[in-house]
């Protein structure tokens, strides 16, 4: 039996998957389909919701599956516009003040754009030189903005919490934490560390390390002096303290631990020093957020998030640590398949530091939008967040039925209703912060301080301004108008 030719099966092979490179027309024509959705969404968003409650919540989407046959682009937008970017949280939205907002520059998403067609492999020097200098440029960048050394070594990341993987699997290795030390080696923070750091440390293997939640102050920043006995009664007691992991603003209220005081005692004792700065890294580049975040420069690894400070979309966070080498150790590997790439070793890898091989080109993401708009207009919008926070918890002062426990030290403002007697403040101000999501021009979220129902305002979007906190305001006061007249129990 012979077997017959290839080249007309190839041929026909050929012509259907031609389809995956568009032509000129065909580029355009989608190309202008997706700017209109986008130009439409730019100029619409200061009228859109913050919030959309919607019962199905992009069920619609299923409904169209992925099937053999294309579709055309209006329809696959309408699927986006309808099931996907209607249905709950708008954080490109000004009014989005809950958690810790995000951004969304127009210019990172163009050099997304840029990135994906283009697709340089960002994972080795010897495959694409430029595009690791520009990702080991903007790291450097960012260890000199918090006064890490020229030599530091680092990584961008898909966010801040793997981010914080690598920096714990890099102190794990540093300070030679085996599987027998374990259940001895001690880790010190506070009960308002982000909790991406307990995730953390149980995917690094270290989920038996015993945590010792230090006590904080009234302004909920850990306490160096409780710090010191808590590591004095852990030595004394056969433990190994290992770890201190501060925070550069906490997630909870905003809070920046006393990071000198810190250093001071992780030098004292060979800890290592990590500082979570996801949120609060770059007011570094602010001139009210800069001597805020001193001490930082001391600790071994830092995280800080570009898609938070730097209002870049979300997936890019950053980890910077102090000795390359302990970076590399933890990271770096060797296979027969990579040794072309072997020789060309100017400029750190990625895939060198990191656990991923094949990665996203997220340098470009940054750097165009930095280029295009100067590093000046982020530390205006910087500085603005931090006054605006400032005004907030001026504002609700001068409310007066609002309680402010804490001073803001970076952008996130506390704070609570006290209601007359007769309604129990916990249930008020949960309905109260029901009543203002549901409303969705703003949002805002809440936490737990003590047993205390708290509400949140946390000012990072570069859409924020005074009018949007102004809003936010106005808003709280007609719900606690409606919610006091309406009250049933
Ligand atoms: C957001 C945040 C994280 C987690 O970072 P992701 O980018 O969401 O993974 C960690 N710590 C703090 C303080 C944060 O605000």
Request: negative net charge; glycine residues 8%.
């Amino acid at each position: 039996m012979s077997t017959p030719p290839l080249e007309p099966t190839l041929r026909h092979l050929e012509n259907l998957s031609q389809t995956l490179e568009p032509n000129f027309a065909e580029r355009a024509l989608v190309q202008t389909a997706v700017e209109q959705y986008l130009q439409t969404f730019l100029t619409q968003l200061p009228t859109l919701p913050s919030y959309t409650a919607q019962p199905e919540m992009g069920g619609g989407l299923l409904e169209s599956p992925i099937a053999e046959e294309p579709v055309p682009v209006q329809e696959a937008l309408q699927l986006l516009k309808t099931q996907v970017d209607t249905p709950g949280l708008n954080p490109a939205s000004a009014g989005h003040m809950g958690y810790i907002p995000g951004g969304g520059l127009y210019y990172a998403g163009l050099g997304d754009y840029l990135a994906a067609v283009t697709n340089r492999y960002a994972g080795l020097f010897y495959s694409a030189p430029g595009a690791v200098r520009m990702e080991n440029m903007l790291l450097r960048w960012m260890a000199g903005i918090i006064g890490f050394p020229e030599d530091a070594a680092g990584n961008l990341t898909s966010g801040g919490s793997i981010a914080s993987l690598i920096a714990l699997a890099t102190a794990r290795d540093a300070h030679h934490i085996s599987a027998a030390l374990i259940p001895k080696a001690v880790v010190y923070t506070t009960a308002h560390a982000h909790h991406c750091l307990d995730k953390a440390l149980r995917i690094t293997g270290l989920g038996e390390c015993p945590v010792r939640h230090i006590a904080m102050d009234a302004q909920f920043r850990l306490q160096p002096d409780a710090l010191e006995e808590t590591i004095a009664q852990d030595k004394a007691a056969g433990f190994t303290p290992w770890i201190i992991i501060a925070s550069a603003g906490t997630t909870d209220v905003g809070a920046v631990d006393p990071l000198p005081q810190i250093a001071t005692i992780a030098q004292r004792h060979q800890l290592w020093f990590h500082v979570d700065a996801a949120y609060g890294g770059f007011f570094a580049l602010a001139p009210s957020g800069l001597p805020t975040l001193k001490g930082i420069e001391q600790a071994d690894s830092v995280v800080m998030d570009p898609h938070k400070g730097l209002f870049i979309p979300y997936g890019l966070g950053a980890v910077l640590i102090k000795n390359r080498q302990q970076l590399a150790h933890t990271h770096h590997y060797q296979a027969n398949y990579m040794q072309d790439t072997l020789s060309a070793t100017e400029e750190a890898s990625p895939a060198d530091l990191s656990p991923e091989l094949s990665k996203h080109f997220r340098g470009l993401r940054l750097w165009l939008p930095l280029k295009l708009h100067g590093v000046a207009a982020f530390r205006s919008a910087l500085e603005e967040k931090l006054l605006l926070a400032q005004y907030a918890y001026q504002r609700l002062q001068e409310l007066k039925s609002f309680e402010t426990p804490v001073v803001p030290a970076l952008s996130v403002v506390i704070f609570r209703y006290l209601p007359s007697e007769g309604f129990d403040a916990n249930t008020f101000n949960q309905r109260l912060i029901r009543a203002v999501q549901v409303d969705g021009r703003v949002f805002l979220s809440s936490t737990m301080l003590g047993n205390n129902f708290m509400l949140r305002m946390a000012i990072l979007s570069f859409r924020t301004h005074q009018t949007t906190v102004d809003l936010a305001l106005q808003i709280l006061q007609e719900k606690v108008l409606e919610l006091e007249e309406n009250w049933q129990e």
